[in-house]
């Protein structure tokens, strides 16, 4: 069996999901793909939103949770938090099973067709093998878009950059039956749970996200241990605590910035793929819904001219560079590898000066790059 398609991508979260959306309502043939059987299983992503993505993209009120004002950062032993208040909404959390779903009707409302439980098994004799419920397809595409996830297999048929620096994580995630604090963000700091990046505590007063993430081989004694030591003593639970049964999440998460070569003649990168995430704070939402309309922007004249060109201006090195302050950071974070290194940081965060860092950080307006936008053929 053989198809052909505008536009084949794979992956169904939010950067797939979103990219084949606006590629069909502007006309495109559009086929997207995920070997997942359900949209609403197997989530990755703790699924928080930024106050710049809740102002520029419409998403579904119902699918988010009650507004974060108050982040807090503990030092090993949570003593003597730095607590950051802000006058704004700075934070909702997606309920992403909801979210997913809803992305994917409005994908299908556009002309999206939507085919899951079917893996992407790389380029042959001229097109692109995918594999089904019913057997192989070979699905002749003019372009391929990677919406794969941080270990992109789309990126290595494409020949392009693929993630090198990567953390894990696992959380989980459970129902808070009384609110009790108003809805807070905990961020503690501790090597020994955390190597290389943080726990965290989210709870909006509706559901709880506790989780760690890190280097794989940092941890002392496994992920899944650091995990279980941090639930039992995390900051910001509800007091009933934790229940037996909590949904239980984990993956990848690429923390190098925008990779270089993140577009061909043949197709480009978007999300997780194009390691379209924060490199200091792993926020992964905001950044694959703005690559994703820059993305859908260049692939719209490629289509239209009957060119490859426009796909050269899809340049992940241009809009890395306004990472550098990140990177450096992300770097520094790296290198705290002891509780005491990480609590000598604490009197500094604990200054004015300090305290406007971290507030530019977590309460910026900047967390991803505008790209420049595409001029589009005259129709």
Request: glycine share 12%; hydrophobic share 40%.
């Amino acid at each position: 069996m053989s198809d052909d398609v505008d536009v084949l991508v794979v992956g169904a979260g939010l950067a797939g999901l979103h990219t084949a959306t606006l590629l069909a309502r502007r006309g495109h043939d559009v086929l997207l793909v995920d070997r997942r059987p359900t949209l609403t299983g197997a989530i990755r992503t703790t699924g928080i939103f930024v106050r710049k993505t809740l102002d520029d993209f419409a998403l579904p009120p119902g699918c988010l949770g009650p507004p974060i004002r108050r982040v807090l950062l503990y030092p090993p032993g949570l003593r003597r938090p730095v607590v950051l208040d802000s006058e704004r909404d700075e934070f909702r959390v997606g309920d992403m099973g909801p979210l997913y779903a809803a992305s994917a009707r409005t994908a299908a409302a556009a002309g999206v067709r939507i085919v899951l439980a079917t893996r992407y098994e790389g380029r042959r004799d001229g097109g692109h093998l995918l594999a089904g419920p019913d057997g192989r397809v070979r699905v002749r595409a003019r372009f391929l878009v990677g919406a794969d996830g941080a270990r992109s297999r789309v990126a290595r048929d494409l020949g392009l950059d693929r993630n090198r620096h990567l953390l894990v994580g696992a959380e989980e995630v459970f129902a808070v039956p009384d609110p009790g604090e108003p809805p807070a963000f905990h961020c503690v700091l501790d090597p020994s749970l955390a190597p290389g990046y943080l726990a965290w505590v989210v709870n909006d007063g509706r559901h709880a996200h506790v989780g760690v993430a890190g280097y794989a081989d940092r941890f002392p004694g496994g992920m899944r241990r650091a995990l279980d030591r941090f639930a039992a003593t995390a900051p910001g639970l509800p007091r009933a605590g934790r229940p037996e049964q909590v949904e239980r999440r984990g993956g990848p998460i690429p923390v190098g910035g925008l990779l270089r070569r993140i577009g061909c003649p043949d197709g480009l990168l978007v999300g997780d793929a194009a390691g379209a995430v924060s490199p200091l704070t792993a926020g992964g939402l905001d950044p694959c819904l703005r690559l994703s309309e820059h993305a859908a922007d260049v692939l719209d004249a490629a289509l239209r001219t009957g060119r490859p060109d426009p796909l050269a201006g899809y340049d992940g090195a241009a809009l890395r560079a306004r990472f550098r302050g990140r990177l450096l950071l992300r770097r520094g974070l790296a290198r705290l590898r002891t509780p005491a290194m990480s609590a000598a940081a604490f009197p500094l965060l604990r200054t004015p000066l300090g305290r406007a860092a971290a507030r530019r950080v977590l309460f910026g307006d900047h967390s991803f790059p505008d790209p420049v936008a595409v001029p589009l053929p005259v129709r």
